[in-house]
């Protein structure tokens, strides 16, 4: 995992953003916004996310970081489901799958998010014995939210093991 503040630099932006809704034609808050939300990606992730984009593998440490740290901020959302399609089109290592089972776990445990189909469709890709086996032990939580994610996943998997056998 990156030393990159991602936390804190998602705080400055959302803060930016909060400010910007007070007083909308402040080209004081706008200029704040903007350099807010351009710090919050670390040196070189466009020309990262641009790689993954057209199908090169140098791209994938910097999306992973960066699902991993899941920073929540301005538009973060589409980046992630951006990042989560890309990953599909690359060969991943084994450590990079794993990682990646434990961000797909932790979205299925924290949170429905506008990028949630995008993550059912990578795992459709990941789709490692541990990961089917930890979603299908979500399937009996007590939290009915966890459990419907977890059902949501396991669904788009078996979609496609079934499409793959006709």
């Not at 990961?131 to 939210?145: F, G, Q, V």
């Amino acid at each position: 995992m990156s030393k990159f503040a991602w936390t804190e630099r998602a705080k400055n932006v959302e803060e930016a953003r909060r400010a910007i809704n007070t007083s909308p034609r402040e080209p004081a808050l706008l200029e704040r916004f903007y350099n807010a939300t351009k710090a919050a990606y670390p040196p070189g992730f466009w020309e990262h996310y641009d790689r993954l984009k057209n199908g090169d593998a140098r791209g994938v440490e910097m999306a992973i970081e960066f699902l991993e740290a899941d920073p929540w901020f301005f538009r973060s959302g589409y980046i992630k489901a951006n990042l989560a399609r890309f990953l599909k089109q690359v060969t991943l290592s084994n450590q990079q799958v794993r990682r990646l089972e434990k961000v797909l776990l932790k979205i299925v445990d924290e949170r429905n998010t506008q990028e949630f189909r995008n993550y059912c469709r990578l795992a459709r890709i990941i789709a490692t014995p541990e990961l089917i086996e930890a979603l299908k032990e979500r399937l009996a939580d007590e939290r009915l939210p966890r459990r419907l994610r977890a059902t949501w996943m396991l669904s788009t998997i078996e979609q496609t093991r079934m499409s793959r056998k006709s």
